[in-house]
């Protein structure tokens, strides 16, 4: 067949399964998504009317009146509360593919609550893959405003599963698992006086998915999107609230479907912080939902599979690859107590030697002492001098003991002439051009467990290239050390930042500061590469998943309700 006539016949083939709806019925159409699986039905507006694990027979979205399209906030100059629902939109263009269970939304001007019709575009697809449901959106912004937020897919009924005693939001934290009770209990997260409903969250990057989970089911949840360019939340709310509180951070759930006239429901979105400034053209999800039977392994199992399919766990160190006891040794912290000295590091190593331990962690050798003149990690005088720490370092080695450096590139401390002189150009700032700021450590004296002279620190953007370049040439003294490697303490967050705004940094603003982690991390690998020590250990605190591609350990802390989710 000619190469002409073969793309007549796949035009018209596309055409017969590809059904476009422009003009509004009298009859609201549904459109069905369905395999052995699962049942999504969608309405013109996009709203998720009902969602059916057709294994289990679990109606996941059961009230077709309580569905939701999507949401955003859109913020204009001089007006931060503008929000845009999709359901009070114009019907938008739909193309339904019958053959290969997609559908698309596509929506273009917006109208918003109290800042008019935006110039926005936005469209999104729906897939049914195997056993989930994947969406991606994107979005184009020929607006004056900021589209801050948009909220999608959103369940505006997820309903519990019959019989069910417990009935939770699961995801990943510092090392394990967390908890968020949705049923017959609420957790609660912000204060009662910032919102309208209770309301709980994870966030990425530390939870790349949400288990919505039942005794022996679940949905899960999972934000399949490796760049971190967005910070994204898996949020619910109780509507229309408690029927009585033990505290603002938890109350019991209405057991009927009306309250005082009002329904009662569960609402789940997964939010996405684009940002998208004037001008801007940006991508969301993809986001899956996928029903899952079992307890939260089954879940988890989802997340993994997914995970096998791009991540590359750095290669370790020879030594690494064995089970090994280490010990930390504190030296000295802010407020000058002085353990010990850097030469006795050798007797300390003589006893793990002796025991079978197999490396020692140094903390608190850097100038001032542990979370004091950060970022330096120059010697401390205190503690003797440069050259006795390096040779002490190829004694202790000598003893077939290996040595990691405690290190910190997280913050400045805000005390210091440099940071002022220079690592302020480099903090992070909020959306009013301040630095944002942490609260600090307290050690020790009465004075500083008060928190009257406690280092303030301010974090510093990864992102901005300047800075980093700063970073690797302090990370390089650990290096000339002599070190086997370093543990990056704090590596795992930012004190609480999500976004610099600060337009010097060469970055869009705002910005994800997380997609920097990787970026400081690869510095630091090709430089230890450069300076002849391609095996140079790299460790973190409580690494969220994306860091073991640079990161070869990860160490934190753990409860007596720990669960090891990240198994």
Not at 304 to 323: D, G, H, I, T
Request: one cysteine or more; aromatic letters at 14%; charged letters at 20%.
């Amino acid at each position: 067949m000619p190469v002409f006539r073969r793309r007549v016949v796949a035009l018209l083939i596309s055409l017969l399964f590809a059904v476009p709806l422009r003009a509004p019925g009298k009859e609201q159409p549904r459109f069905i998504l369905e395999n052995a699986h699962l049942r999504a039905e969608f309405d013109r507006q996009g709203r998720l009317l009902k969602l059916i694990d057709l294994t289990t027979g679990w109606e996941i979205q059961r009230r077709p009146e309580l569905a939701r399209s999507f949401q955003m906030f859109a913020a204009p100059p001089g007006r931060r509360f503008n929000p845009v629902f999709g359901a009070e939109q114009k019907p938008p263009q739909v193309v339904f593919d019958r053959r290969g269970q997609t559908l698309i939304f596509h929506w273009s001007g917006l109208k918003s609550r109290f800042g008019g019709t935006l110039p926005v575009d936005f469209r999104s697809r729906v897939a049914l893959t195997g056993k989930g449901l994947a969406f991606r959106a994107s979005l184009r912004n020929k607006s004056k405003a900021t589209i801050e937020t948009v909220r999608w897919p959103i369940l505006g009924d997820l309903s519990v599963p019959r019989g069910t005693r417990s009935f939770a939001q699961l995801g990943m934290e510092y090392g394990g698992m967390v908890r968020l009770e949705l049923f017959p209990k609420f957790d609660n997260q912000p204060g009662y006086f910032g919102v309208d409903y209770p309301t709980q969250f994870l966030k990425t990057p530390y939870s790349p998915f949400s288990l919505v989970a039942a005794n022996s089911q679940g949905l899960y949840v999972g934000c399949h999107d490796t760049t971190l360019q967005q910070l994204v939340e898996f949020s619910a709310q109780l509507r229309p609230g408690y029927v009585s509180y033990e505290y603002w951070d938890k109350g019991v759930n209405p057991t009927t479907d009306t309250l005082s006239g009002k329904p009662v429901h569960l609402q789940f979105e997964v939010i996405h912080f684009p940002f998208a400034a004037p001008g801007d053209s940006v991508t969301i999800g993809p986001v899956v939902l996928q029903p899952y039977q079992g307890d939260w392994h089954a879940g988890a199992d989802v997340y993994r599979q997914w995970r096998k399919s791009w991540l590359r766990p750095a290669r370790k160190p020879a030594w690494l690859r064995k089970v090994l006891s280490w010990q930390q040794i504190h030296m000295n912290n802010p407020e000058g107590d002085v353990r010990y000295r850097y030469r006795d590091l050798v007797t300390i190593a003589k006893d793990c030697a002796r025991y079978g331990v197999g490396a020692i962690q140094v903390t608190g050798w850097t100038l001032g002492g542990q979370d004091s003149q950060n970022p330096s990690h120059n010697t401390d005088p205190r503690l003797g001098t440069w050259q006795e720490l390096r040779d002490a370092i190829a004694r202790v080695q000598r003893l077939g003991v290996k040595v990691v450096l405690f290190a910190k590139f997280t913050w400045a401390d805000r005390t210091t002439a440099w940071y002022r002189n220079e690592l302020v150009r480099y903090a992070t700032k909020d959306p009013y051009g301040d630095p944002h700021v942490y609260p600090g450590y307290a050690y020790q004296t009465a004075t500083q467990l008060a928190d009257i002279n406690t280092h303030r620190f301010v974090p510093l953007c990864p992102l901005c290239p300047e800075w980093r370049a700063v970073a690797t040439k302090e990370f390089l003294k650990t290096v000339a050390l002599g070190a086997d490697g370093i543990l990056y303490d704090e590596n795992q967050h930012h004190g609480g930042v999500y976004y610099c705004f600060d337009p010097s940094h060469g970055h869009h603003v705002p910005a994800n500061v997380f997609a920097g982690d990787a970026l400081l991390a690869r510095g630091f690998h090709k430089a230890a590469t450069e300076a002849g020590r391609p095996d140079f250990f790299f460790g973190g605190e409580g690494n969220y998943d994306f860091q073991f591609e640079e990161y070869h350990l990860s160490y934190f802390r753990v409860d007596l309700n720990h669960v090891p989710i990240h198994r």
